[in-house]
């Protein structure tokens, strides 16, 4: 079959039929990049950040420690024992609680968390 042979209108209606299937294939192409690109993004903004804000929150309770230890020491009354220790107390078990999110979290060698643990 020779395409001059076909009707202009028929012409018209097999052109704007072969692009809108592209339009459609590409549609369908476009949506499932972006669910990939969209995995990717989430998995690169919640394993810094919520890795960062653990590593954070690890040294801030580890200067709290020291500082309970300081106070600690130097504390001349019952009451103010008491409130070296329940400082210490409070920021180890905070330390054990971003210990195990970075445990779930932290992509990188276990090691390093293993490590810094001990």
């Known amino acids: 079959m020779n395409t001059k042979n076909i009707k202009i209108g028929t012409q018209l209606i097999l052109g704007f039929a072969t692009m809108l299937l592209f339009v459609i294939v590409l549609g369908i192409v476009a949506y499932q990049q972006t669910g990939k690109i969209h995995l990717g993004t989430e998995t690169i903004y919640n394993h810094p950040l919520k890795v960062r804000t653990a590593i954070g929150a690890l040294k801030f309770d580890v200067v709290s420690m020291r500082i309970g230890t300081r106070d600690l020491m130097q ?8 409130h070296a220790i329940r ?3 409070i920021s180890a078990a905070d330390a054990l609680e971003q210990f ?7 992509l990188g060698p276990r090691a390093d968390i293993d490590n810094a643990y001990k």
């Open 75 to 82: 504390a001349n009354t019952n009451a103010e024992k008491e």
């Open 87 to 89: 400082l210490i107390e």
């Open 100 to 106: 195990k999110i970075l445990n779930a979290k932290y």
